[in-house]
């Protein structure tokens, strides 16, 4: 795990450890690795299809394989027993993270965030989520090494970005508002949300979903991962904000003219004015602000909020 560690995100490398640890380790951690076999790896990772983590015991498969290589180059087995178990394993559905994207259940929703009262660390995150919409390891292991609340830029190191490349996040000062409230309270750790259990780590991977399922949002409308989706859809189909600068700040793979990638802090002053106007936005909807059916454009079933520059005004209420 030390010998990998720098290949994957602190996130992954956490939940791969608790796999090890819950899952593995009971059943073979004891057991000389030359006295394992390809049935002795599948009667444990199939326990945990049982219990239908039907992808998490795909990814145990494979890190039980990297172990076995490991311990061949150490002279300590003769082979990867894990290939052996190619096909036994149910396949993973692929399926699309949940999410919302009517601007009318948006507004519905950021208020029921912002009436939340779970702990201080979930209703935190549970806030910034829709304002950075990072994927949910990253904001999780959120550092405060890594934010910079003066110059409002929350720089992500490379190792724990899914593509492999830093990435800075402008923020909005609405974002900047709920982070130095919680530096208040974990701003002496090194996480941002730590475990409620021990500061040593981040919080669970669970907790913005659980506080989702809370508020009412089962996982076929709204998942942790879907505000990502949100704001790719209505930053592009309502607010008709630059594709690539959304692209860009999903940490997507961007090209310029030339066929080279951006580098992280490529258009950031028109990506620090986006990302303020998504976070008005936002505020606007939670308000209430009155919301009319587009006619025209990309998609018709798309809402526009009144009040925004490019968009339909009318000077009543509905």
């Not at 444990?44 to 990297?66: F, L, N, P, Y």
């Not at 965030?113 to 806030?127: D, F, S, T």
């Not at 004015?273 to 008005?280: G, L």
Request: aromatic share 6%.
């Amino acid at each position: 795990m030390k010998k990998t560690e720098a290949d994957r995100a602190a996130s992954t490398q956490e939940k791969i450890t608790i796999w090890l640890e819950k899952d593995v380790f009971p059943s073979i951690g004891k057991r000389p690795i030359s006295t394992i076999g390809p049935r002795d790896v599948l009667l444990t990772v199939q326990k945990m299809e049982a219990r239908s983590a039907i992808d998490s015991a795909h990814r145990v498969k494979q890190m039980c394989g990297q172990i076995f290589r490991h311990a061949l180059a150490a002279g300590l087995v003769e082979r990867d027993v894990t290939a052996d178990l190619k096909g036994a394993l149910s396949s993973v559905r692929r399926t699309h993270y949940a999410a919302i994207t009517d601007p009318r259940q948006v507004g519905a929703l950021m208020r029921s965030i912002h009436g939340y009262n779970g702990h201080p660390y979930a209703v935190a995150a549970l806030k910034l989520s829709p304002l950075l919409f990072v994927r949910p390891g990253e904001l999780r292991s959120a550092e405060w090494a890594e934010i910079d609340l003066d110059a409002a830029e929350w720089n992500i190191p490379g190792p724990k970005m899914k593509m492999g490349a830093d990435h800075l996040v402008p923020l909005s000062r609405q974002a900047v508002e709920i982070l130095r409230e919680m530096h208040l309270i974990t701003g002496h750790g090194k996480y941002v949300f730590p475990s409620i259990r021990t500061g040593e780590r981040c919080m669970n991977e669970n907790t913005i979903n659980a506080a989702l399922r809370s508020m009412g949002y089962s996982k076929e409308v709204m998942t942790a991962h879907g505000f990502r989706a949100m704001a790719r859809t209505i930053m592009d189909e309502v607010l008709d904000e630059r594709v690539d600068l959304i692209e860009h700040q999903l940490a997507h793979a961007v090209k310029d003219p030339n066929g080279r990638a951006y580098n992280r802090t490529a258009h950031l002053p028109a990506r620090r004015k986006m990302m303020q106007r998504w976070a008005d936005y936002l505020d606007q909807l939670r308000q209430g602000a009155d919301v009319v059916p587009l006619q025209a454009g990309k998609n018709s079933h798309l809402c526009a909020t009144l009040g925004l520059g490019r968009h339909l005004r009318l000077s009543g209420p509905l």
